[in-house]
């Protein structure tokens, strides 16, 4: 079966400071993963994906992730962080055929 | 500009009153799902539709219903709102298996369920 954990449930930071949120999963063989945000009240909107190829992906808002099978991890990241950036993030996985299977979140809280 | 749309994006029904939510989109994609979200919490599959093939997750109370009319249109349907179903309901699509399918899904902006 397969699974995505984001170890960190709240993660604050500082505007202007780096930022990397954290999320690993298991499944047997390469998934297609996906970082979406959330802002209250909203949607989902896609961030990033990584499907194969280059394992450093870009996203919109000026964040990246780096896809590492043997840590079997898929961590987002941004050089400087805005207020604007402040809300949920989620880590999902999907194996083509099967269901999309989400994170359990990570909630970013900027500091002025 | 807006590819998948909801509406209302807030409800607010009484106790045991049936809601409709519904969704629409303008991709084209083969299927379209419903989640429910809880505050702080990942959004929770409630079931999914593969072109007019209804697939209801396990988990999901009779109380939840579905129609998918045309290929752009489906609804929610909660025949008898409880306090525990106030939640964000969230629709999205994805195309679906094949060659060009990755997964990736398309959101809608969410309908907001409270239930007085």
């Known amino acids: 079966a397969q699974s995505v954990t984001q170890p960190d449930i709240h993660i604050t930071v500082s505007e202007g400071a780096s930022l990397e949120l954290r999320c690993n999963y298991s499944?047997?063989?390469?998934?297609?993963l996906f970082w979406y945000v959330q802002s209250p009240g909203q949607g989902l909107q896609l961030l990033l994906k990584?499907?194969?190829?280059?394992?450093l992906v870009q996203g919109i808002k000026g964040f990246e992730a780096e896809f590492k099978r043997s840590q079997s991890s898929f961590n987002l990241r941004k050089p400087s962080v805005h207020w604007s950036d402040a809300a949920e993030y989620f880590c999902?996985?999907?194996?083509?055929?099967?269901?999309?299977?989400f994170g359990d979140g990570t909630t970013l809280t900027v500091k002025p | 500009d807006a590819m998948v749309i909801q509406n209302p994006r807030y409800q607010v029904t009484q106790f045991g009153k049936p809601v409709t939510l519904s969704c629409s989109q303008t991709?084209?994609?083969?299927?379209m799902y419903w989640y429910q979200q809880k505050s702080s919490q990942a959004p929770k599959l409630l079931f999914h539709?593969?072109?007019?093939?209804?697939?209801n997750e396990a988990d999901t109370p009779d109380n939840f219903q579905s129609r998918r009319p045309n290929t752009s249109f489906c609804f929610l349907d909660i025949r008898s709102p409880g306090l525990g179903d106030a939640a964000m309901y969230l629709c999205?699509?994805?195309?679906?298996?094949?060659?060009?399918?990755?997964?990736?899904?398309?959101f809608g902006e969410g309908s907001r369920l409270t239930v007085l």
């Open positions: 999902v996985l999907n194996t083509n055929a099967g269901k999309s299977t």
């Open positions: 990584y499907f194969s190829g280059d394992t």
């Open positions: 539709y593969y072109d007019k093939d209804f697939n």
């Open positions: 999205a699509t994805s195309r679906g298996v094949g060659p060009l399918n990755t997964g990736e899904l398309f």
């Open positions: 499944y047997g063989a390469t998934p297609y």
């Open positions: 991709l084209n994609h083969n299927v």
